[in-house]
């Protein structure tokens, strides 16, 4: 993920330009394939937008490489416990029931190899039975968003310009500018790039069982099989 740490400018508007998590997908998987659940951890959890719905069922513990995201993330919940690390070689003196990585934050490790290492971090933080879920952004997913022209949007009086540009290594390099208002009508900008990588199907599924007893992978829509088209995926290992 580089030395510096992601989200140290747009983690302070993070949580007021992105939709409100739903966690219904996030718990319909924890009850179906583990429903006795009740400890678990969100690796790379931002501003714990996603673990705050899922807090009201679980006995629940955050981590993020992004000190910015967690510094908002422990204002929220500010009961639970958030560790400051990075999910490919993280160490926690706990085991858990679940772990999860929601919102593609996975892809966010442009290299493959950082992408095992937390495969593995994860089964090293599973008590027995227990199940690792995230999904992901597809291959697909980035090439599309890479030909689409910026988009904007605002935010109370703010706004926020993302563009997403993916070059030939697979890299999609996500331009987000907020033009943050001041006083007298004028405007600071706040710039970040954020990086994001995905792999192919196969390959991930691969490394997973080598790593897992089980495997399952959903398109996100309708639920069913993987395809060559499809945009988001969630995996399920046990």
């Given amino acids: 993920m580089g030395s510096s740490e992601p989200y ?120 027995p039975k227990g199940v ?11 090439r599309d968003l890479g030909g689409l022209p910026a988009w904007a949007r605002r935010f109370g009086e703010n706004y926020v310009i993302m563009k997403v540009s993916v070059g030939k290594d697979g890299i999609a390099d996500w331009d987000i500018k907020v033009f943050e208002r001041e006083k007298r009508g004028m405007f600071r900008l706040h710039h970040e790039v954020i990086r994001e990588r995905s ?3 196969e390959r991930v599924k691969r490394a997973l069982k080598a790593c897992f007893d089980h495997v399952w992978t959903y398109d996100l829509e309708g639920w069913s099989r993987p395809k060559a088209t499809s945009r988001r995926l969630f995996y399920v290992c046990q």
């Fill in 132 to 142: 690792f879920i995230f999904d992901i952004n597809t291959e697909y997913r980035l």
């Fill in 8 to 127: 140290t400018v747009y983690g302070h508007f993070y949580d007021a330009t992105q939709r409100k998590p739903d966690p219904s997908q996030y718990l319909n998987l924890l009850r179906k394939f583990h429903p006795r659940a009740n400890t678990l951890l969100e690796i790379a959890c931002g501003t714990g937008a996603h673990l705050a719905p899922l807090a009201e069922h679980y006995a629940v513990t955050g981590l993020d490489v992004s000190r910015t995201m967690l510094r908002y993330a422990r204002k929220k919940l500010p009961e639970v416990r958030f560790h400051h690390q990075n999910m490919a070689d993280f160490r926690l003196e706990a085991t858990f029931d679940a772990v999860i990585c929601p919102y593609d934050s996975i892809n966010h490790m442009v290299r493959f190899e950082d992408w095992v290492k937390t495969f593995h971090a994860a089964k090293r933080h599973l008590n």
């Fill in 199 to 201: 792999f192919a199907h």
